[in-house]
């Protein structure tokens, strides 16, 4: 079992829609969330990192942690053609390694 | 402009040659980071370094090797002994202790010829 679970997509939605996208992980031990943005043959963009339970908000993003469910969120409001890319979640182990979700399409049609 | 820089953009290995992947960066950073990717997968971590002439093992260090000599360089050999090295690789850095703030480089695409 993987320890950060996502769904791979593609999910697509129509441009000004919300997209909400989530990960699962395993370890309670993890630390901190973080989702990175990937835009196709380039490397991952850091969007937000967020340390405790609750939401993180920065312009149209907001991250979402339930340390209780080891649930982590992130939605995209008011989304843009842009916006399409692949969305990876992350967190770090008390190593302080990366462990990563396998991302998520997300395409934004016009 | 600070940043990683990574090259070659596409890289072409024949069997049984080692080739090495070049990452450099101008962030000052003390920590830097060796990525694979491969279609479906999230990033899987190969060597990282926390500082000068010292590096730890991934968890797919098998079939790679690394050096830290300069700070601001940890260039990436893929030997022959990997056996499926085609991938996309990615390095990244961070300050120390501080991994939940990695940035990373535009990445190298490894093809088997």
């Known amino acids: 079992q993987k320890e950060v679970e996502q769904d791979p997509g593609p999910l697509s939605v129509p441009e000004g829609a919300i997209v909400s996208l989530n990960c699962t992980y395993s370890?309670?031990?993890?630390?901190?969330f973080m989702w990175y943005r990937q835009y196709s043959r380039k490397g991952p963009e850091l969007l937000m990192y967020t340390y405790s339970s609750g939401n993180k908000e920065d312009g149209r993003f907001t991250a979402q942690v339930d340390k209780s469910s080891k649930y982590i969120s992130l939605f995209i409001r008011d989304s843009q053609p842009s916006d399409s890319a692949t969305y990876l979640c992350?967190?770090?182990?008390?190593?302080?390694?990366?462990?990563f979700g396998a991302g998520t399409q997300v395409v934004v049609t016009p | 402009d600070g940043g990683i820089t990574q090259s070659p953009k596409y890289l072409f290995r024949k069997e049984g040659q080692n080739v090495t992947l070049s990452c450099e960066q101008n962030l000052n950073h003390d920590a830097m980071y060796w990525y694979r990717q491969d279609p479906g997968q999230g990033l899987r971590l190969i060597y990282y370094?926390?500082?000068?002439?010292?590096?730890q093992k991934g968890d797919i260090a098998e079939g790679y090797s690394v050096s830290r000599e300069k700070k601001e360089s940890f260039p990436l050999t893929v030997t022959s002994a990997q056996k499926n090295p085609t991938a996309f690789y990615l390095c990244?850095?961070?300050?120390?202790?501080?991994?939940?703030?990695?940035?990373f480089g535009p990445g190298t695409r490894l093809l088997v010829l």
């Open positions: 370890n309670s031990a993890f630390q901190y």
């Open positions: 992350a967190t770090t182990d008390s190593w302080g390694k990366l462990q």
């Open positions: 990244a850095s961070s300050e120390p202790g501080e991994a939940e703030t990695q940035y």
């Open positions: 370094s926390q500082i000068v002439n010292d590096f």
